[in-house]
């Protein structure tokens, strides 16, 4: 789990209101992962607390103001999702089917356990060729991610590529 409690310095300068703060994942009963996929998981909360766009669409699809705290937990085919205000308090929770996006959560991970023996094995050129295989399946989860979260949650691109590393892990068995 992570928390540093801060708002990004530069979000807090410009008084961006719609970020995350404070991210959790729980992972009660949930096996011991590679080193690999571990270090994935740091580096996005680490990334999406430093730099993100975030904010939860509220009744009649008005956008309520931040920062968030976001709690995801996998529970059977779903992620829950449990978004709170920075004191904690719950704002909204809901839901997410992960049938949609479980194709592409396999295809990452066949090229994610490729990429890392690659890096092994394999040739810069050959690493590059995996890598840029890698990134074209992560932008395809964020890409969905996002259209499922239509209606719920508005983020950037670049926050939805770190949610979808975070759903990845949660998935890890």
């Known amino acids: 789990m992570a928390d540093d409690g801060q708002t990004p310095g530069s979000q807090q300068a410009a008084g961006v209101a719609h970020h995350l703060v404070r991210i959790e994942l729980d992972e009660t009963g949930a096996p ?35 920062p968030f705290n976001l709690y995801l937990r996998a529970e059977g085919r779903h992620i829950r999702f449990d978004i709170r205000d920075s004191t904690d308090i719950e704002l909204g929770q809901f839901y997410m089917a992960l049938g949609p996006m479980r194709r592409v959560i396999r295809d990452y991970f066949h090229v994610c356990d490729t990429y890392y023996e690659a890096i092994r094995t394999k040739t810069p050129s050959q690493i590059q060729a995996i890598d840029m295989g890698r990134r074209a399946l992560h932008n395809e989860g964020a890409d969905i991610l996002r259209g499922r979260l239509d209606g719920r949650v508005v983020t950037d691109e670049m926050t939805a590529r770190r949610l979808f590393t975070l759903i990845c892990v949660l998935q890890t068995k």
Do not use: W
Request: hydrophobic share 35%.
């Open 32 to 66: 011991r992962r590679s080193p690999e996929a571990e270090h994935e998981r740091a580096i996005a909360i680490y990334d999406i607390l430093e730099e993100n766009s975030f904010a939860l669409v509220g009744p009649e699809g008005t956008v309520l103001e931040g």
